[in-house]
């Protein structure tokens, strides 16, 4: 039996001996139909990236009315980067608990026995829905079918090397995408939308902008192109900004922006928006030196600035317009709150929710916010060895540094001298909750585990993201997520996964590949190894066509980019290959190289045949 399909039989036992779900209070009456549910999410947008918060580079309208329209919590925290907000956002615990360590290569995903929010809408009747970056798993049972989400459109990697008409999945299947890729994932959610608006839904909409690479359509930059920025108040943001790229990053956010008014829109045309609750927040701090209201950090970092994100919530059946929330609030909040708000259960999870509803306040005008009040609790951040701990009036940091926020929301003044109590009391804390949640543990040294075949799923991806190659064989960019390897010129040289097949079968084999002409006839095999032995018989095909050369979509690019660069990627198919429930390596390899490039590899795709 295999390891994936051990840990599913414990998860179920684990699900059983805790109990009956619990129930959350009802924030609406019982007879009311339930809300539908909107999530957005974007990706690298700091808090200082709307026009909302002064920023005075740009206009974000739409965004800024869910605040006039509903509730502004102004004081709303994320991780420091993108895959451990998007783990607590679905589960309301911290990533530290749930086995997060990266955001590549396996390490963004969050333990099974964990329960989402799209599991808790989907058993409580919902249609559920996610378009766009999911960055939580990419094979079953880590993929958002198997995670509670009925529909998926998107990438579930960390970030993507093309946003226009690029290679996308549905549901698992392969498919290119309809133009630039955020108004493409629009597009579905308000199709899902529009396809939905008799029964509830809950939709997620985890946007990938403005994410690098810093690809803009043409209509979007040209109003930025050439703009005079005014410079964030904090010096240091100031003199790090790179104008390039903060333009490209300012464009995107308007292009955000307009794609939230077309939803808003749809929502008014189907007089369905009373009944919708809709949540805005990002993920993690500015991608970049840019206006940030004079916060300290970036994208990574545990200052205020890495982690303090928008969150705007509207109901207008039940959220009175212009409501503000001053008590600190996280990701790890949404569940709760939603949850409540929609009278959903929660059914039994892996542990207590480390999440707060913050529900009842968005009606409560009588907040209480001081240190002594019952909206009093500590938001915890780690990332990368270094943590921090946000009180209502202090954050506090691991090296023993203590900023007062409300006064002080830059982190400029060190007030640990001051309040050596506090300063005392939240480092104790944080200590404390380090050594609960492993945050302070190192990851794994192991190689990751792919599961291949589980049977909820016709098809795996295999990007070569997951992969291991040796010999010759390079990487396209050092960061993963969305690159291919290249300078296959010695045949001993193999690409290798790591792999579980969880339910065995016989599998369909498609090798997205690109290659010039001299590569023609180039013979590719794919095989399985256990213990060093091989286990059946492998499959083989020849390379009989070209690919287009050259990088696609780079005149888009406004500013350099890191990330690794996109091919025309053409599949290819490499015939069936029989594989064992078992765990192993499936290896690629090319014993008859043409030309001295060979071929270029981006991803692999199996679906079972049966």
Not at 166 to 184: A, Q
Not at 425 to 453: H, I, Y
Not at 496 to 509: K, L, M, Q, S
Request: aromatic share 10%; glycine share 8%; with cysteine.
């Amino acid at each position: 039996m295999s390891r994936i399909t051990n840990l599913a039989i414990c998860v179920a036992a684990f699900a059983i001996t805790l109990g009956s779900p619990r129930l959350l209070t009802v924030a609406s009456a019982a007879d009311d139909p339930p809300p539908n549910v909107l999530v957005i999410l974007t990706d690298d947008q700091g808090w200082g990236d709307l026009s909302l918060h002064g920023n005075p580079n740009l206009q974000t309208p739409n965004i800024d009315s869910l605040a006039r329209d509903g509730a502004n919590i102004k004081n709303f925290y994320v991780c420091a980067v993108c895959s451990p907000t998007r783990a607590e956002f679905l589960t309301g615990r911290y990533h530290t608990r749930m086995g997060v360590y990266s955001t590549s290569q396996g390490g963004e995903r969050f333990d099974l026995a964990e329960r989402t929010i799209g599991q808790a809408f989907s058993d409580a009747g919902y249609q559920t829905a996610a378009y766009g970056k999911w960055h939580s798993g990419m094979q079953a049972p880590y993929h958002p079918n198997s995670r509670g989400f009925g529909d998926f459109y998107g990438f579930c990697s960390g970030h993507w090397g093309n946003y226009f008409s690029p290679i996308l999945e549905h549901n698992g299947k392969t498919v290119h995408g309809n133009g630039f890729i955020t108004n493409d994932l629009t597009d579905h959610a308000i199709e899902f939308i529009r396809g939905h608006r008799e029964a509830p839904f809950f939709v997620y909409l985890p946007l990938n902008t403005p994410h690098a690479p810093m690809q803009v359509p043409d209509e979007d930059w040209k109003p930025f192109s050439d703009k005079e920025l005014v410079p964030d108040p904090r010096p240091e943001n100031a003199k790090r900004q790179k104008l390039d790229h903060t333009r490209a990053a300012l464009a995107l956010c308007e292009n955000i922006d307009r794609n939230v008014g077309r939803i808003l829109e749809t929502l008014d045309s189907l007089a369905i928006a009373d009944e919708t609750i809709v949540v805005f927040f990002c993920d993690n701090g500015p991608n970049g030196y840019r206006f940030n209201g004079g916060l300290r950090g970036v994208k990574g970092s545990v200052f205020e600035g890495g982690l303090r994100s928008p969150c705007l919530v509207r109901w207008p059946a039940q959220i009175p317009a212009g409501t503000e929330v001053e008590s600190v609030a996280g990701a790890v909040d949404l569940l709760p709150t939603l949850t409540q708000l929609a009278g959903v259960e929660i059914s039994a999870t892996a542990g207590p929710l480390d999440g707060v509803s913050f529900a009842d306040q968005l009606s409560d005008e009588s907040q209480e916010t001081n240190e002594a009040s019952p909206t009093k609790r500590l938001l915890f951040s780690s990332w990368k060895g270094r943590s921090s701990v946000r009180s209502q009036r202090f954050r506090y940091h691991l090296n023993g540094t203590m900023y007062e926020i409300a006064s002080d929301p830059g982190e400029q003044i060190d007030v640990s001298k001051k309040y050596p109590n506090v300063a005392a009391r939240l480092k104790n804390q944080l200590e404390r909750w380090r050594d609960e949640t492993n945050a302070g543990a190192s990851p794994s040294e192991s190689e990751p585990v792919f599961a291949v075949g589980h049977p909820d799923a016709q098809w795996t991806q295999l990007p070569v993201r997951d992969a291991t190659s040796s010999g010759s064989i390079r990487r396209s960019s050092r960061h993963p997520n969305s690159t291919y390897f290249f300078d296959w010129t010695d045949s001993k040289d193999t690409i290798d996964w790591n792999v579980d097949v969880v339910a065995g079968g016989t599998f369909e084999v498609q090798l997205w590949y690109a290659c010039d002409e001299t590569a023609l006839g180039t013979e590719l095999e794919l095989s399985f190894e256990a213990d060093g032995h091989l286990i059946g018989e492998p499959t083989k095909a020849r390379v009989s066509q070209v690919t287009p050369s050259g990088f696609v979509a780079v005149e888009f690019d406004r500013a350099p980019r890191t990330e690794g660069y996109e091919k025309d990627w053409r599949p290819m198919s490499l015939g069936t290959i029989r594989l064992p429930e078992a765990g192993g390596t499936l290896r690629l390899r090319a014993p008859d190289i043409q030309g001295e490039t060979g071929v270029e590899v981006r991803l692999m795709v199996l679906r079972r045949d049966s």
